[in-house]
């Protein structure tokens, strides 16, 4: 039987042998690479070969108990069973004589060392960060701290290609409604094959339609261990580096683990900075249209005049002139992404210094909306979250149409809009907004300002945590 | 409402909120900065074509107008064709232009201009205002004014201006490096060195005096070959919002005095022995004002103290200097500084006879029953009071010198 798989699964390997005085025929099935050999020729065929000067019973049993020196054995004898373990590196024994197979456990992990978070930079903190593999990665959240109660559900997800996923939470800090509701959200994932952790956060988030993601994905342990034990919940997928934290809240896509390693001086400041730089990524360039084209009043006189220095002979008008510049920046990040990294440098000075040069030589844009551009762009880098980089660049596409419609008010209306959208939001059943809406005060200690540690006794209430204590004293 | 299910009713409601929200007003007008002209100067002269206006007129321009007021309209000009390009090479073109027009209504004149200029005008950045003191002593302040008031674009904070020339002239410079309405606005900032320069009269202000019908002093420009200095006040009376004269510089400084509210400036006077220089300089100047009412006899009393530091002195020539000459300077200063108040009060009281120094406040404050009944004939009653006054000057430094 296993002779006709053979055609469908090339790299399946079938070897025969004999057991024992009696010379029954038994056979391992394995696939190629993925079973490990050593483990099959030390612990499996050694073992078994060297029996044959004995008068053995041969039944599952005695191999099982006696024989076989390997941890995870199990028995089946259903085709269905046997066929995928074997594709993904365990061993099949079977016996002549014996109804079911002994599947024996002989995968051998190919997986990425731990390295430093490539899209996590940190100055001071660890420098570990997931790889690939489900289990060094519920290893790294193990290895933070002696913890019982740290718990890790695991699950199937993927109808045809089946996948580990495990819900990480801390069983006497989270609150249960919130662990069910992830799981019940998980279980209903019904699609074939997730290649990545993205598909997970896409099927679980709760509006799909709002430039905002209400997960947050992370590739650090220490970020993982954080949110766990403010009483969120993880979610851990097999094949990817990247883990999701739920529920997620827009402060936090503002936040680094720095802020909490950094005095809180530091920490306050870092944090309110990037405060800043968010609301200048997403609107220095619909507030420079709104400027340029209908308050010339708000400009300080010398300013102004300056700027129709700079802006004779631009043949746009300022919105046409932003979006060139901007688009044409979005390209050069996203090339600069996608090259070979030994050309990405290169490739930055070439868009950077020389486009923009000689597009303000040319005539076609001003000065000041280069400074403006490049002001933009640097503030987005001052973003921690790539995910929420996005959604302010996205967003100030549409601030600068707004502006370029209706001036000043319309940015107004912009952020308004933007608003009351993130108020209303919410992830897994946390508002968006919170702490500021609903008000919290006591969750503000760690919010725009990052509190002294000794001063954050509480683990945020929004959570409804089952111990809301951080600090007993 | 209720056979619509409430997703109809929240869209609906939504809907209705953000209609109205595009229906605010608001700044709409858009206009891309460089095709615009910036003003920064208005000057007010008396009706006078230019040769340029006469030549349009032969040709069959005109419309139906009095030839009352000619405007001057200073625009930064940074938008000329010959300009586009290097900033540096065009070094030999004036940064402004100047434009005239003449008619009567200004906000008609100013809307003239579109018919001369490719961009329109704006009045976000109009810093000065200077008005013709002849054709002030026509034309009421709340005419010349009132479409600069009324003018969302214009700011409140423009600073209005006299001049005893045209005002044309005050908007020239000889550079080609100089706005001359810039040069004018940043001079009003040297009060704190000398109180020759009046604290400046922004449009708000005025505005105030006109509806107070209150008088008061605007700083005077003089303009002589492109360049200017500021001289003297005119003095705008109140009844009438009309120019009455002016005071010159030594008058001024009088009125400055009893005001008190100057920052900073010199006293020259000189020794009464030697008859050499001495000069004192004002670190800070206090004016209490007292009014007194006899019967119908309104009097007032003013107390003027000053504290200062010995600047510079001809006299001593490196000698030590005794206590006895500290007080000598003293006194020659407050002679000095009696001889312009002096002075500045006849022009105010005996000639012009308008109450710019504040008097009336004063008395309005400590005697309100009374100014009730006086106060529409204040001006007169101001010219008839009697004033006395008293001047205390008190050095309290020497300056950096060594020993002396």
Known sequence: MFYEQKNNHSDITIREFLIGKQGVKAAIIFTNCLADLVTIDQHILRALMSLREQDVPISESYLINQVLSVSYISLSDDMDVILPKILIGSTALIIDGLSNAILIKTANSHSRSIEEPISEALVRGPRTGFNETLSDNTALLRKHGENASLSLISMQVGARAKKGLIIAYIKDLADPALVEEVQRRVSKISIDNLPESGYVEQLIEDNFLSPFPQVQSTERPDRVIGALMEGRVAILLDGTPFALIVPVTFSMLLQSPEDYYERWLAGTLLRMLRFFAALIALLTPALYISFIAFHPGLIPTKLAISIIGARVGVPFSSLIEALIMEVAIEILREAGLRLPKPIGPAMGIVGGLIIGEAAVQAGIVSPILVIVVSVTAISSFAIPQYSAGITLRMLRFAAMFCSAAFGMYGVVLFFLLLLSHIVKLKSFGIPYASPAVPYSLSDWKDFFVRMPIFMMKKRPEMLQNTDSKRQKK | ?404
């Open chain 2, 1 to 404: 409402m209720g056979k619509y299910s409430s997703f109809q009713k929240r869209c609906f409601l939504s809907i209705l909120c953000s209609m109205t929200l595009l229906m605010q007003t608001g700044c709409w007008s858009k206009g891309e900065i460089e095709d615009l002209s910036i003003s920064v100067g208005l000057g007010l002269d008396q009706g006078n074509e230019t040769s340029l206006e006469k030549k349009f007129d032969k040709l069959g321009a005109g419309y139906k107008k009095k030839d009352l007021i000619t405007y001057t309209l200073q625009i930064v000009d940074k938008q000329s064709e010959s300009k586009s390009g290097d900033v540096k090479s065009d070094s030999g073109a004036k940064p402004y232009l100047n434009v005239s027009e003449t008619g009567d209504s200004l906000f008609e004149l100013l809307r003239e201009f579109s018919t001369r200029m490719e961009r329109p005008v704006i009045g976000h950045h109009l810093k000065v205002i200077i008005i013709n003191e002849q054709l002030s002593r026509k034309m009421s302040m709340n005419n010349l004014l009132d479409f600069n008031l009324r003018d969302n674009d214009i700011r409140p904070n423009c600073l209005v201006f006299m001049s005893s020339g045209l005002t044309k002239k005050a908007l020239e410079a000889k550079g080609n490096s100089v706005i001359p309405s810039f040069r004018i606005f940043g001079m009003v900032g040297n009060t704190y060195r000398t109180f020759k320069i009046l604290p400046p009269m922004s449009l708000i202000k005025v505005e105030a005096k006109m509806n107070a019908k209150a008088s008061y002093m605007l700083q005077n420009i003089l303009a002589v070959d492109g360049e200017v200095k500021f001289s003297g006040a005119a003095v705008i009376k109140g009844a009438t919002q009309k120019f009455v004269g002016r005071l010159n510089e030594e008058e001024l400084l009088g009125v400055s005095w009893i005001i008190g509210k100057g920052k900073g400036g010199v006293v020259k006077a000189y020794d009464e022995k030697t008859k050499q220089i001495v000069a004192y300089e004002i670190k800070s100047m206090k004016s209490k004002i007292h009014s007194q009412l006899k019967g119908d006899q309104i009097s007032f009393n003013v107390q003027i103290e000053s504290d200062g530091r010995l600047s510079e002195e001809w006299v001593n020539q490196g000698q030590t200097m005794d206590a006895g000459f500290i007080k000598s300077v003293e006194e020659a200063a407050e002679k000095e500084v009696k001889r312009t108040i002096k002075l500045g009060l006849n022009k105010i009281q005996k000639e012009y006879k308008t109450d710019v120094a504040g008097f009336g406040k004063r008395f309005s404050i400590e005697h309100p029953k009374q100014w009730k009944k006086v106060k529409d004939d204040w001006d007169e009653l101001f010219s008839e009071a009697d004033i006395r006054y008293d001047v205390k000057l008190k050095i309290t430094e020497m300056g950096a010198k060594d020993g002396h």
